[in-house]
């Protein structure tokens, strides 16, 4: 694929013993977001922590804006949100972003910018600690957001938000991949996969489809992408 952000290729991961990513390939183009979609426990998150260099492989090959995951050089280019934030709970969101920014030398105007980005003014000067789960969530997506990481992984950075906040991130991570920035966003809530442009769908550490929405919906001549996830999983066992 001209324009590769992430290349995986024959990725294979056990963890406690269990393989948990059996042989996944796939590319994600530049300024596009792609949705990696399946149920809890197939894998979504190991394969995000391969693709930021955190997770021990076991065979296979991860490379990441052209260098191999986890390289030094990738530190400032690659924006990761996870689904637990390490997020100092004695700070007010904006102390921990102030730090987060010094940390990755990013301008100490971005922490504005992203507690705007995020919608989390109004809580701008609350401690982290006493933030809700949604609120935290957010408040980890603004450290991704800090500086001007090339690619951002969010690991389900939409997970118990209402449906106003839900829409206005969506929104965020198009017009950020509009500006060239590429996303990797997991969820397991199939109605965000027809806001992505390019679907992969998990199973047992297996990816069952690599596909836009439409080509998935025409492929299994289904009318959303839970019905094709059936779909599929009955065309494989
Ligand atoms: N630290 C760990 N040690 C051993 N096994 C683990 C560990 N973390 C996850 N696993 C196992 O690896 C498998 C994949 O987990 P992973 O977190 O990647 O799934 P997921 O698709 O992100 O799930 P969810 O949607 O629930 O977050 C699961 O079977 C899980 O039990």
Redesign the pocket.
Same mark, same amino acid.
């Given at each position: 694929m001209v324009n590769s952000v992430v290349g995986v290729r024959g990725l294979t991961v056990r963890? +406690?013993g269990?393989p948990?990513l059996r042989g996944v390939d796939f590319e994600v183009e530049r300024g596009s977001v792609t949705g990696l979609l399946?149920p %809890?426990?197939? +894998?979504?998150?190991?394969?995000m922590r391969a693709i930021v260099g955190i997770q021990i492989v076991e065979s296979g090959a991860v490379e990441v804006l052209g260098l191999p995951a986890g390289h030094a050089g990738l530190r400032d280019r690659i924006g990761y949100a996870t689904?637990n934030p390490a997020l100092y709970g004695d700070l007010t969101v904006t102390e921990a972003l102030r730090y987060f920014a010094s940390v990755l030398h990013a301008p100490r105007s971005d922490v504005h910018r992203v507690i705007t980005e995020v919608g989390l003014e109004d809580h701008a000067n609350a401690m982290v600690g006493q933030l809700s789960g949604g609120q935290k969530s957010r408040a980890s997506l603004a450290v991704a957001l800090l500086g001007s990481p090339e690619l951002l992984v969010l690991?389900?950075p939409t997970v118990g938000l209402d449906p106003v906040l839900r829409e206005e991130l969506w929104a965020l991570f198009h017009s950020l991949a509009a500006s060239g920035v590429t996303l990797l966003v %997991?969820s397991?809530v199939m109605d965000e996969a027809a806001r992505c442009q390019r679907l992969l769908l998990?199973r047992e550490g297996l990816l069952l489809a690599d596909d836009t929405p439409d080509g998935l919906r025409r492929r299994t001549e289904t009318q959303d992408v839970e019905q094709a996830f059936l779909r599929l999983i009955k065309e494989n066992v």
């Open positions: 963890r +406690g269990r948990v399946g %809890s426990g197939c +894998g979504k998150s190991t394969l689904q690991d389900e %997991s397991h998990m």
